[in-house]
């Protein structure tokens, strides 16, 4: 496992609904947002794509694993790390389920589709 929030920061991950994630494009001249949804597990945070991999901000992630969550006014600066192993993705299922399922029933089937599980990702700090 690798670095850990604080207490606080993963509190407000856990807290908020959306993040925007800010990649930069795979040729490294173009920067993007997009709206993500983030979960916690245990004192983890996790991220996953609900396009699986065809996402663009997934496959720049994939290629320049350090970006920006942009959250409550602030700019916190992450490595996304590929979180394949099946307990994980369990946890995160679950995290899902219990964040959204009420929020958005369709959007939480969505992000629990078999061709979303493998673009699981751990944020790690930097």
Known sequence: MGPRFD???LEM???VAEVQVETTSLEGIRTH????WIVTAGE???VRSVRGDSA???REA???PEVILHVEGASVPVSLVMADDPATIEQVNEALRSK???LSPSST???LRPHTLPTTMRVEPH
Do not use: C, E, G, K
Not at 33 to 36: A, P, V
């Open 100 to 102: 959204y399922q009420r």
């Open 33 to 36: 947002r997009t709206i993500i």
């Open 44 to 46: 983890q945070a996790f």
């Open 7 to 9: 207490a606080a920061t």
């Open 13 to 15: 991950l856990d807290r």
């Open 62 to 64: 994939r290629r320049r």
């Open 56 to 58: 663009r901000w997934y």
């Open 109 to 111: 089937a969505s992000m």
